[in-house]
């Protein structure tokens, strides 16, 4: 079984995480893109996050429909700092792959972070790191034993972010065609970004 793990805080899930998820999935061939919401993201230690409960819920509904995406809450369930190196080690073990079979999707602006990170380069011992290119990467910005390292995935650059929807939706701005027609109606249900 051919596994990629896409980790990430989903504040909220959006049209480009859909995306991102499906076009590399059928580029490399993968059986499970497997979501995996971070409970308390490390980067993010010191910003406002929305409650996992509820991120978990939008995550549900934006995934629904597509049998080869599936969810772990094994960092919620973990509890604590969410570290992918514990993550990319527990499921390895539960799943029982090798890591010709483990892909762990980030973005071209999370690589730029990634020396910085609980054991990188276990990271890249235990499982193949996959990257999707973000505009405005530049291959200089990141150390050589990391890029000698990592795969770049050849897929579609999406001008979305969690951020911008957050953003637009406290400006009373249309977020339609940004996220599904499921997040949108929780997203307004619950009030989730109203200062």
Request: aromatic share 10%; hydrophobic share 40%; charged share 25%.
């Amino acid at each position: 079984m051919k596994i990629c793990l896409f980790g990430g805080t989903f504040d909220p899930p959006h049209i480009g995480h859909l995306l991102i998820a499906q076009t590399i999935c059928e580029a490399e061939n993968f059986d499970k893109i497997i979501f995996v919401p971070a409970l308390i993201p490390p980067h993010k230690r010191s910003n406002k996050v929305t409650p996992v409960d509820l991120r978990l819920q939008m995550l549900q509904s934006a995934l629904a429909s597509n049998p080869k995406f599936e969810i772990s809450e094994i960092e919620i369930r973990r509890g604590g700092v969410s570290f992918s190196i514990d993550t990319i080690l527990e499921i390895k073990q539960s799943m029982k792959l090798d890591r010709e079979n483990l892909y762990f999707l980030i973005g071209s602006d999370t690589l730029k972070q990634f020396h910085t990170w609980k054991d990188p380069e276990r990271i890249l011992a235990e499982c193949q790191v996959i990257v999707a290119l973000r505009p405005g990467f530049k291959p200089g910005e990141i150390p050589n034993w990391i890029f000698r390292q990592v795969r770049f995935a050849n897929i579609p650059r999406i001008e979305i972010s969690s951020t911008t929807i957050r953003k637009r939706w406290r400006e009373n701005k249309t977020i339609r065609y940004m996220v599904t027609q499921p997040v949108w109606e929780f997203i307004n249900q619950h009030n989730l970004y109203s200062e």
